[in-house]
């Protein structure tokens, strides 16, 4: 019997395959597709205090192995997240992550003191310092070690839950925002969300996105992801999520050998709905294939050539 | 428990410029569809691309679409050979509701008419009558003629060219029916966004209703990305506009209900 379970900080998974926010709504889409219970979690749709209605469209761009968004945070609202799409997401048998977004320190301390109260049915609280399709807040907190360090210390002590920060790869050293997160009291990093492009209609030669610029994900920016994840194992304490382009196990076996102890799963669900239950039931082939006993044993594996 | 198909390109008709119907294998997707819903069909891009349902066989188990080349993607799934293999997911979205209608006024812009045809088929075997105006460029950008006529109670076609039909777009063609063709009819639109507000305008005043199916960029078709999204009016929530999804709130809203 193979351990496909991982330990991220004291948040036990069942296996590393988490479904990544903004891309699964809030499961009941994907409820029709697959089975909850093969999977190790589900991060929320990036939560606001407010409902909003995010960017105008056209909010997509399809380009080389992958594609830019521009969405802005579309969500209910944390009322509304609380009374109907958290209660419907605990019923879904795996992990539930909210991601919490916001304009202001304000914002990010509200989401928390609620998602993050003792009797809070969430399981971990994913602070969002990296969309890059909003004015305010996200990415404009993250792009700074300090930003993300003074973040992170409003929120630390509000709650006792897992805080895991996800981070932007639009930065000069996503070490030193990793370190941040890590010294301000982060439980865990996730890397990496999206990174900004543009793309332009020739015709009209005006961007393609209404937003003129938007969050390049999929394939496209898998090298990307496994560079920083790899750069970041090397100097960090806590655990690391790692996200960005993952199609297929073999590419989960990547990212946990580059330093991730689980992933999520993003722009490939939008492509394939069953997706993440297929990379998990191909993990456990895998480890069979490679007589690997716990999947654990692979995070942070990898033998740098010597420079 | 929905899935993602594999799906066999079984036939491939052109019908007219740049445009085909194809016929694919799909039996739970033949069982399903409903007039107005679409499918969302794997290409050699990153992306599927989304197609309303144009007819169903559920004796063959087969379901057609209509292709027009638009861009790339079309012009790879339109390029394909009869054997080759597709992901699909479908049937996806809300298609036209026929509850409490008894008249059927079909409007029609270019490849609008695919979708219609199935929505045609589907009044024929209710039994509610169809009036279908379709409006297209030109004699040479026109087809499917035969077709239209053969389903619909009566048919007409408009050409901005002038070339054939009536000349001018498809609200000429509406201003030419009876108040009888008209009386008590529901309206169905699928076409340009201009052709369907302009459509939604004319129904308004007559007091008919109207159902539009809106058309976005999407990517992946059952609402979890939030990419195809669509204003319409949120009065109740005393906000002047919400967005909600293509895909899967549409693509086939209330026309009343829709900001242009």
């Excluded at chain 1, 380009?63 to 209910?76: A, D, K, R, W």
Aim: contains cysteine; aromatic residues 6%.
């Amino acid at each position: 019997m193979v351990d496909l379970s991982v330990q991220v900080g004291k948040l036990k998974l069942r296996n590393p395959v988490l479904l990544a926010s903004g891309t699964c709504g809030f499961g009941r889409e994907l409820k029709e597709y697959i089975d909850f219970s093969s999977i190790g979690g589900i991060c929320s749709k990036g939560l606001t205090v407010l409902p909003r209605e995010g960017n105008p469209g056209c909010r997509v761009a399809e380009t080389p192995s992958g594609m830019l968004n521009s969405v802005g945070l579309q969500n209910p609202g944390l009322d509304r997240f609380v009374e109907y799409e958290l209660p419907f997401m605990r019923t879904l048998d795996t992990a539930v992550i909210a991601n919490i977004a916001g304009h202001s320190t304000e914002d990010y301390q509200r989401m928390t003191q609620v998602l993050g109260a003792p009797d809070s049915p969430v399981d971990a609280l994913e602070l969002n310092l990296s969309c890059p399709n909003v004015k305010e807040g996200c990415m404009t907190i993250g792009a700074t070690p300090e930003g993300v360090y003074q973040m992170i210390k409003s929120v630390r002590s509000l709650t006792d839950k897992p805080l895991w920060v996800k981070l932007t790869p639009n930065v000069t050293s996503i070490t030193a925002t990793a370190l941040a997160a890590e010294e301000a009291g982060g439980d865990a990093v996730v890397l990496i969300n999206t990174l900004l492009g543009m793309a332009i209609d020739i015709k009209t030669r005006r961007p393609v996105l209404m937003n003129n610029t938007g969050g390049l994900s999929g394939p496209a920016i898998k090298p990307v992801a496994i560079r920083m994840i790899s750069e970041c194992y090397r100097l960090l304490s806590i655990p690391i999520i790692g996200v960005g382009g993952i199609m297929s196990a073999e590419d989960v076996i990547e990212f946990m050998i580059a330093g991730a102890s689980a992933v999520e799963i993003g722009t490939a669900s939008l492509l394939h709905p069953a997706v993440c239950e297929k990379i998990a039931l191909d993990l456990e082939e895998y480890m069979l294939d490679n007589q690997l006993n716990a999947i654990s044993e692979l995070t942070g594996t990898l033998r740098l050539w010597e420079s | 428990m929905n899935r993602e198909y594999v799906a066999v390109l079984l036939e491939k008709k052109i019908v007219g410029k740049g445009n085909a119907l194809l016929t694919f294998s799909g039996k739970e997707i033949a069982g399903k569809a409903e007039p107005g819903q679409f499918v969302n069909i794997s290409c050699r891009y990153f992306l599927k691309r989304p197609f309303g349902v144009f007819a169903v066989d559920t004796k063959n188990n087969t379901f057609t679409i209509g292709v027009r080349e638009t861009g790339k993607g079309t012009k790879d799934i339109l390029s394909s050979r009869i054997g080759d293999t597709f992901l699909v997911l479908g049937p996806l979205g809300n298609g036209f509701d026929f509850a409490n209608v008894q008249k059927i006024i079909a409007v029609g812009g270019g490849t609008g008419i695919f979708p219609l045809m199935f929505a045609l088929e589907k009044a024929k075997s209710f039994g509610i009558p169809t009036i279908a105006v379709n409006g297209f460029r030109g004699k040479e950008d026109a087809f499917l003629l035969d077709d239209c006529e053969s389903l619909a109670g009566k048919a007409c076609f408009t050409s901005d060219a002038g070339d054939f039909g009536i000349h001018g777009n498809v609200l000429h063609a509406l201003d030419t029916l009876t108040k009888e063709d008209t009386s008590g009819a529901a309206v169905f639109a699928v076409g340009p966004e201009i052709m369907m507000k302009k459509v939604s305008e004319w129904a308004a005043e007559r007091g008919l209703s109207c159902q539009v199916s809106l058309e976005r960029r999407m990517a992946c078709g059952i609402g979890i990305c939030l990419v195809c999204v669509c204003k319409v009016k949120a009065a109740e929530k005393g906000i002047p506009f919400t967005h909600v999804r293509c895909c899967k709130e549409g693509p086939v809203m209330n026309a009343s209900e829709v900001i242009w």
